[in-house]
């Protein structure tokens, strides 16, 4: 009649470890994500992430297939890049074409190369003529810094519209983290170089 679920305090790691493997078992899965084990395992995602420093090594702990890549290399993003565009039969390969068939995400790429452009060139492939290169913290700043002096207080996130604004609040929010937390970076970064 009446049931108590497990008491899950201060459990040790073998029992996280075991119950991420009788998830996956349960599951007939050798890669487990984060909404797989949602509803189905004893813990929360973020406590076994927490606990083994990501959820991926937590997997890897287990002894299952992770669905993410770590430690790619320069040549492994390369390979993968060159190995998509030959699957679209393109010159050029999108970030959202990437995600759909590439092996990895963007970060691997980000960190080797520090763009998707300079991805596309390392792999020998074009860029698209629609491709947006990543607004940059100093443009944002800038087209803050104009706003602000136009309007001649703080600006609001109503404020950040054309013509006034080149950029909309949303995307200082994306970029930061928040529209309060985008004004502390502008602020702090005036200080900085004056």
Excluded at 123 to 129: I, K, M, P
Excluded at 150 to 157: D, L
Aim: hydrophobic content about 35%; aromatic content about 10%; overall charge positive.
């Amino acid at each position: 009649m009446f049931h108590l679920s497990p008491n899950n305090r201060d459990q040790p790691d073998d029992v996280l470890l075991e119950d991420l493997r009788a998830v996956a078992e349960k599951l007939a899965k050798t890669k487990l994500t984060r909404d797989d084990y949602i509803g189905q395992g004893r813990f929360a995602p973020a406590t076994i992430a927490n606990r083994f420093g990501g959820w991926g090594r937590a997997l890897e702990r287990a002894g299952l297939a992770t669905s993410r890549h770590f430690f790619v290399s320069r040549e492994e993003c390369i390979t993968d890049l060159q190995r998509v565009a030959r699957i679209l039969g393109a010159s050029e390969v999108s970030v959202s074409s990437y995600r759909e068939h590439g092996k990895y995400s963007e970060k691997p790429f980000l960190t080797h190369f520090g763009s998707w452009m300079s991805s596309l060139a390392a792999a020998g492939l074009d860029v698209s003529e629609n491709y947006k290169p990543r607004i940059t913290d100093e443009a944002l700043f800038e087209n803050l810094e104009v706003v602000w002096q136009s309007i001649g207080r703080q600006p609001t996130v109503n404020d950040m519209h054309p013509p006034r604004s080149n950029y909309s609040a949303d995307v200082y929010k994306r970029r930061f983290g928040g529209w309060r937390k985008a004004l502390e970076a502008f602020v702090e970064g005036v200080r900085t170089f004056v």
